[in-house]
């Protein structure tokens, strides 16, 4: 038995450390799962940012053709302003990140960025664009230097100290026992979920994309974290155009339009005000937030 058991004790230790090293790759690009067959077209120019206005322009797609999920989706953020979009869960809010990072080509109507159709022009190019802050990052396991460094390869370190100060995440670094050099992640020091993020909003600025996807955790945060990501969503979607995918409505409500999605068409869309004086689907949802929390200071549930 213990013949038996030495090799497959082995494989078990092997299959963790694979299994961390997925891990850690899947999580810090949260929707990117797999990379589809989409291929750039012969002789495609990169993306020419001029301001960072993108469009959606009536997409319809399905990941199987005979089943739509988005059903002809229409929105516009100019350049430097904020939409957000939210609505039940299934109604097609991650697929709109997805394609606009085209993981998938849309089945009718068109993505543009800056009047470019996204299909026009090198992947490479347009996710050098797109930053995307998920709220719920998981770091590499190695130091915190490399996990902001990674945002534009060939910084300098005094680059990477800057991107940092920015994200209000410099002096805390400063105060670890090895500074920049320290081990975070899994297997190093634990940063809290404020703190992670942080260091992705730091990372994020470091590699300076016109547009931003903000993708919100689905899991519902106290108070004071939910606080603290809206403080730090304003900090980094100050001058880019950013597309916020939430889960629940307390970030949206400075968005400059609110999307509600309803089984993949657009349902409602307005300011935060605006919408909950018409009394209709996003007046609802978040009647239903508010009755779902508790205390004096609501943190709404999941949608
Ligand atoms: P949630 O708030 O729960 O995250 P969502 O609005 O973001 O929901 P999507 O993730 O965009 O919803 O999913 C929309 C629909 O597409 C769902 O019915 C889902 O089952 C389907 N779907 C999502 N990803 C895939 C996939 N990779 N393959 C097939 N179907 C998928």
Do not use: C
């Not at 899947?26 to 993108?54: C, F, H, Q, W, Y």
């Not at 920049?180 to 020091?189: A, D, I, K, P, Q």
Request: proline share 5%; aromatic share 6%; charged share 25%.
């Amino acid at each position: 038995l213990l013949q038996l058991y030495q090799p497959l004790n082995f494989f078990g230790v092997v299959y963790r450390e694979i299994k961390q090293a997925l891990i850690d790759v899947e999580s810090m690009v949260t929707l990117l799962s797999v990379d589809r067959e989409v291929a750039d077209r012969p002789g495609a120019p990169p993306l020419a940012i001029t301001g960072g206005e993108l469009r959606f322009d009536g997409v319809e797609f399905g990941y199987d053709p005979r089943r739509p999920i988005l059903k002809g989706v229409s929105f516009t953020v100019p350049a430097g302003r904020t939409v957000a979009i939210v609505g039940p869960s299934g109604a097609g809010k991650s697929t709109i990140g997805r394609l606009l990072f085209r993981f998938y080509d849309v089945s009718g109507g068109g993505i543009l960025i800056d009047g470019q159709d996204i299909r026009e022009v090198t992947q490479q190019s347009l996710r050098g664009a797109i930053g995307i802050v998920p709220q719920d990052t998981v770091l590499f396991n190695d130091t915190v230097y490399y996990n902001i460094a990674y945002g534009r390869p060939g910084a300098s370190p005094a680059e990477v100290e800057q991107a940092a100060r920015l994200a209000h995440i410099h002096n805390f670094i400063m105060a670890l026992p090895d500074g920049y050099e320290t081990t975070v992640g899994e297997r190093g020091l634990k940063l809290s979920g404020g703190e992670k993020q942080r260091v992705a909003i730091a990372r994020t600025i470091l590699k300076n994309p016109a547009i931003l996807l903000f993708d919100e955790a689905t899991s519902a945060l106290d108070t004071h974290t939910e606080r603290e990501i809206q403080a730090n969503l304003r900090e980094v979607s100050r001058g880019r155009t950013t597309l916020v995918i939430a889960h629940r409505l307390s970030t949206v409500i400075d968005a400059d339009e609110i999307l509600v999605m309803e089984a993949g068409r657009v349902i409602e869309r307005g300011r935060h005000m605006e919408l909950l004086s018409r009394g209709g689907a996003y007046a609802a949802l978040w009647a239903r937030q508010q009755e779902s929390s508790q205390g004096p200071e609501p943190v709404p549930e999941v949608l």
